[in-house]
């Protein structure tokens, strides 16, 4: 029989465990969207090995299953001399996993930049970091915007992955209160639609930012 007063009961403990899911989702996109820049432009540079290495890069993390990833970090870290917090170990893996996926996303933008604007920005004098961060990347994020919110989905739901080696967020918490209390549908589906709501606002989010950039470009 469902039971609605587990429900009420484990909520605010979700909910708190739910805060640790946004910020460790979050904090993974952000340093992921760095590594992603970074290595899109070794991706598109002039440089044979930069090019190698960031293909290397990409391969590797889009081509290896993320909880793989998330195993080999927890258990050879501390073989290397590397002993850090699992979440640490957890998050500096979500960010090179979804850095990978970035670096496609922004690959795409990067190429759809008028190669005249560039060459403008060349003329007046600008840098090429200065190019890279105030024209080339503004402007990948604006084209490929839907792309990078499905990409934060992603890592939302990808997030739970981390439970498997002893972080507590979301899922974790789920696990430990449906063993305790024997009522795994309940928990499960409560979990579910706290997941439903994180994403649903992630979304939104992006739509109206979307919405904002076409504004400005209809001015």
Same mark, same amino acid.
């Given at each position: ?23 460790y ?16 432009a ?34 050879? &870290? ?36 008028p ?32 792309? &990078? ?12 992955l ?41 979304? &939104?989010?992006g739509?109206?930012?979307e919405?904002?950039?076409? &504004?400005?470009?209809?001015?």
């Amino acid at each position: 029989m469902f039971n609605t007063t587990i429900i009420i009961k484990s909520l605010p403990l979700l909910l708190e465990a739910s805060v640790w899911t946004v910020v460790y989702s979050l904090t993974s996109v952000a340093i992921g969207f760095c590594i992603g820049t970074l290595m899109c432009a070794a991706r598109l540079s002039t440089s044979p090995a930069a090019r190698r290495v960031s293909a290397f890069y990409v391969s590797f993390f889009r081509g290896v299953p993320l909880l793989v990833q998330l195993l080999i970090s927890y258990y050879c &870290l501390p073989l290397v001399g590397i002993n850090v917090p699992s979440s640490v170990a957890a998050v500096g893996t979500l960010a090179l996993c979804t850095g990978a996926y970035i670096t496609e996303i922004l690959r795409g933008g990067f190429l759809g930049i008028p190669a005249g604007l560039i060459e403008a920005a060349r003329m007046v004098g600008l840098s090429r970091t200065q190019i890279l961060t105030r024209i080339e990347v503004p402007l990948a994020v604006r084209f490929t915007l839907p792309s &990078l919110v499905n990409e934060t989905t992603m890592m939302v739901k990808a997030s739970s992955l981390i439970s498997v080696v002893g972080v507590l967020e979301l899922t974790r918490l789920a696990q430990n209160i449906a063993t305790s209390t024997f009522q795994p549908l309940e928990i499960y589906l409560t979990a579910g639609a706290i997941y439903f709501v994180i994403n649903g606002v992630i979304t &939104l989010l992006g739509a109206l930012l979307e919405s904002r950039f076409q &504004l400005e470009a209809a001015r």
